[in-house]
């Protein structure tokens, strides 16, 4: 099974829009523009190094371009039964999912990033990597230091995160060093983010989100906070707020979806951070990431060599199913809120020009004759156009 995994602030980089460009997928640019009444083509293009190190530009032009590419690879019918997302990963993870309207996180995530260079500036915070020594060492070091020095983020094993004010940090860091740690590395951050230090974002944050409609995801998604996979919205909504000031417990929700069964996981984002931390975390899985359109022919070669080698494709739009090479995705032909029609289940025969639902008012019907194998979009989704949202088997 496949898990996407979705990257986090720290991975943008200048230009890592320009290889999206022509492709059909940075339409969603301009919807992201306009929902968040910001220019972020240039952000995707344009913005220089400092420009994008501030938060409030990290954080949304990371996510649009993570969209960006999740909407590419699901044009080529590709799609995960699990997601996580590193702290703000996880934003692209609910919108992946279903759980969040692509519009609605695009408010969001401006108000997370906006709240969060608020609150970085007073009190003044920072972090530092902790390599080489397991996570309750980490945790102990920090407990010794008479200051404000907290773990940020579990990473891997032998890779853990501390955050809190600068003096305490570096304490906390030496502390380590005396405790086992082979190195000790300052982080280029704006704050001491997953910390008490990120309370007034927290508190800020809670009420856009208290007026964000929230859905049951679909699939597993796993929470940063407690490395667990919820389904319940209320559930949800209380995770978002907690994780600005709650330690991001990444291995740990690796092995969460390694133990239900996920054997592949894809990295979608402009890094590969990521990548490299199921690498040092899990053993025996497939690792990929996609970050320019020339990964999507790498991505496609990976599968069709699991379909040559098994005789059959593993990339499962649903849980359980696999994908044939006589299998038909039925596209949205316009943007807008998928509306399915009721009654058609798992295995009904389908014709040419059968009614499936509607995207706003436009009807959507198939062009094929098969047998109706579910659904890639969920009822009240907001999808684009060319998005995959109804799977068909044909003869």
């Excluded at 359980?320 to 995705?329: I, P, Q, V």
Aim: net charge negative.
């Amino acid at each position: 099974m496949i898990a996407f995994t979705y990257s986090g602030q720290g991975s943008q980089q200048p230009g890592m829009g320009a290889p999206w460009v022509d492709h059909p997928a940075w339409e969603l640019v301009d919807e992201a523009s306009q929902a968040a009444e910001r220019d972020i083509a240039h952000l995707l293009l344009h913005a220089d190094a400092n420009e994008l190190r501030e938060t409030r530009n990290a954080q949304l032009a990371t996510f649009v371009t993570s969209m960006v590419i999740l909407d590419a690879v699901t044009r080529l019918g590709i799609d995960a039964a699990g997601h996580a997302g590193h702290s703000l990963g996880e934003y692209s993870a609910l919108t992946a999912s279903g759980a969040l309207d692509f519009v609605d996180s695009v408010r969001l995530v401006v108000e997370r990033g906006e709240a969060m260079q608020v609150a970085a500036q007073e009190p003044v915070g920072t972090m530092a990597a902790i390599l080489g020594l397991d996570d309750e060492s980490v945790t102990q070091a920090c407990s010794t230091i008479e200051g404000e020095v907290w773990v940020a983020n579990f990473n891997a094993p032998g890779q853990v995160v501390i955050a809190g004010a600068p003096d305490a940090v570096t304490a906390a860091g030496e502390e380590a060093k005396i405790r086992g740690a082979k190195r000790v590395t300052a982080l280029e951050v704006s704050g001491a983010f997953h910390t008490p230090f990120m309370a007034p974002a927290r508190d800020r944050l809670t009420a856009a989100i208290d007026n964000a409609e929230i859905r049951s995801p679909q699939g597993v998604v796993v929470a940063n906070v407690d490395a667990t996979a919820h389904e319940n919205p209320a559930t949800w909504q209380v995770l978002m707020s907690a994780q600005l000031c709650s330690p991001v417990r990444w291995h740990q929700s690796l092995h969460t979806l390694a133990d239900a069964g996920f054997t592949t996981f894809v990295e979608l984002g402009p890094g590969n951070v990521l990548t490299g931390l199921v690498k040092r975390t899990l053993k025996g899985v497939a690792r990929l990431s996609v970050n320019s359109p020339s990964h999507l022919d790498a991505l496609l070669e990976t599968f069709a060599s699991a379909a040559s080698a098994e005789g059959r494709s593993r990339t499962a739009g649903v849980e359980g199913e696999h994908l044939f090479a006589t299998d038909r995705m039925v596209v949205s032909p316009a943007t807008g809120v998928f509306t399915p029609v009721d009654g058609l289940d798992v295995g009904q025969p389908v014709t040419a020009g059968t009614l499936l639902g509607h995207i706003g008012i436009t009807e959507v019907r198939s062009p094929f004759t098969g047998e109706f194998m579910g659904w890639l979009a969920v009822k009240s989704e907001r999808v684009t156009a060319s998005k995959p949202i109804a799977w068909l088997r044909t003869e």
